[in-house]
């Protein structure tokens, strides 16, 4: 039997991750008028407090160049501000701001709406689902 690529899973999981995820961006790009790697490091700050860009990229799963870009964006927007980092001053600390916090409660309660309505959507799935994604992201 020849290798079909619609029935591998880790494309099949791919696939649906990415369009759950432009489908959620649609949301906060219309509030707020991010990206996604934008996105990405607004809500990692948000539960992390100060952090480098080093960490965050490890985190979030984008490239640094792409992290340092929406940090560089979101700090010309106000969203956060760049320090020395407290334990290695070869490093810069992102952190938000008070109107990034604020953008991240508006947003936080749009993150809740999307995922109550995904998980309408897949029904007694959504919870066999979370359970088989925390097994593969260990």
Known sequence: MPFELDHF????????AAQ??????????AEAGLTI?????????N????????DIN????????MVSRAAARLEEAG????????????LVSLELTDEGKQLMQRLGLIAEAFQEELARELGEDA???SNLLERIIR
């Open 58 to 65: 490890t985190r979030v799963n984008l490239d640094k160049s």
């Open 20 to 29: 759950v995820s432009r489908k959620f961006a649609e949301r906060y790009e």
């Open 79 to 90: 969203y956060l501000r760049k320090s020395v980092h407290h334990a290695d001053l070869r």
């Open 47 to 54: 539960h992390s407090g100060p952090v480098s860009v080093r």
């Open 37 to 45: 790697p934008e996105w990405r490091v607004l809500a990692h700050l």
């Open 127 to 129: 919870k066999t689902l």
């Open 9 to 16: 899973l880790p494309y099949r999981l791919s696939v649906a």
